[in-house]
């Protein structure tokens, strides 16, 4: 069944205010439905009070509604409650399995595979672990579509893989990485299996057993939820060996002037005050999306990416896409434009309405490989309209005509 | 699109498509790289330096109109200058660029960038260039 769109929009405030604006920027991060606006205002208003602390009943209360968003994500997610750790974002969620796993079990010579089409998040904190224990890092090519090259799998997993660490769903390509059969190999072949889910938990239903994943990580801002929350999913049995990343209060279970034991998990990964009004509302957000059906987002998206497709094929031969055609690619259009800069491109649209991004996106490996330093964005959410679609394909018809001399 | 007629004029169109001073500079001073790390936008300014002028500017890169436009018509304008003077043009022109202050007659054709004050987002993209020449100066 098709998304009951108008009622959709209706849930986002924002977009109400804004009829002019055409939001193509999804994938950097969601707008947010009244749900989610008002759990947070609720929060500061009738229950604020610190967690894990207080004896008295306000702060028991936030407790409570706190852990309740731990279950709301569990439930999002096909996972235990012990298994989900608050986190600020993906960002926060990567490094600290970086951090806690990969310094505590890498050694000189080990490998750390992961692919080129990896957002900075999944890069970078790989970098500097691997500066640290020695290990060495490489990726998974592409083919020209923009898919994994799993011929290579089986030659890249040798032994001294220790750990593959991978996107779920590209945020530049769109395409969808068949993450259980990459992880039912890796595991085989003895490496912890880490699955950057930023892009692909707020577009489609995820059942993190099924990926087969040791981690899994998310943000919340981009499912409709606040900024500053997200989560690390890690399996038990991974968490309870796993040593801890940040120190501090909360995450302990005894502490002496020069040493300390540490609580059970998820705390153990939650040092500090966390985010608490941002995980609550982050748990609203989960009860939305699955209010609307994760599934009939995901074809919502898949509808919308076709037909953006077909018309920019047919339409705009001078408009370059690139990512996969099939159900393996999800609602994000990256493209250029003739050899127009994307900065030029999109600074255009804007001048519609139509808010695209424009950069490399925090994929540079892929754009080197993409041949270009950046490229334009558009992307799509449930509150996505064909008529969008069309509104953006006018407009970039017009960018192409006002810069007809420049192409 | 009225921000950006006023903007896209024919000589961002010649500079973008034939920027000025592209190239290397065998035995250059400075060599300085700049990137505007949001973008990966990136470009490298060679300065020949004698007798206490940039007898030659020469710069390589890759970017949008703006950027393009800008390094082009900086690398012209700041031959024969002392680094103080081209400093002082650093100055006026970001003052035009960041705060919208009246274009300074001495910025000739950089003129043609005024427009850029009033869409934010390309701030960053008209100033590489000037940006990497502060740096470059600073050596
Ligand atoms: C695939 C992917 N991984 C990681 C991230 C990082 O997310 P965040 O900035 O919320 O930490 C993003 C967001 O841009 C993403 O698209």
Redesign the pocket.
Known sequence: MPLTLESVRQDFPLIVGKPDLVYLDS??SSQKPQAVIEALERFYRESYANVHRGAYSLSLAATDAYEQARHTLARFIGAQPEEVIFVR????ALNLVAYAWGLHNLREGDEILLSEME?H??LVPWHLVAQRTGARIKAIPLTPEGRLELCALDELLTERVKVVSL?H???VLGTVNPVAEVARRAKAAGALVVV?G??SAPHMPIDVKALGADFFAF?G??MCGPTGA?VLWGRAEVLQELPPFLGGGEMILEVHVDRSSYARPPQRFEAGTPPIAEAIALGAAAEYLMGVGMEQIWQHDRALVEYCLKRLDEELPEVRTFGPRGKDRGGVVAFSLGSLHAHDVACALDQYGIAVRAGH??AQPLHRKLGLASTARASFYLYTTFEEVDRFIEGLKQVREFFKDWL | MKLLEELYKEILLRHYKHPLNFRTLEGASVKMPGVNPSCGDSLELYLRLEDGRIAEAAWQGQGCAISMTSASLMSELIKGKTPPEALELTRKFKAMIVDGAEPAPELGDLRALAGVHKLHARVKCATLAWNTLEEALKE
Do not use: L, P, W, Y
């Open positions: 994938t950097a974002n993906t960002t926060e957002h998040a999944n996107v769903m590209s945020n950057d930023a892009q943000s801002h981009k997200g996106h925090c």
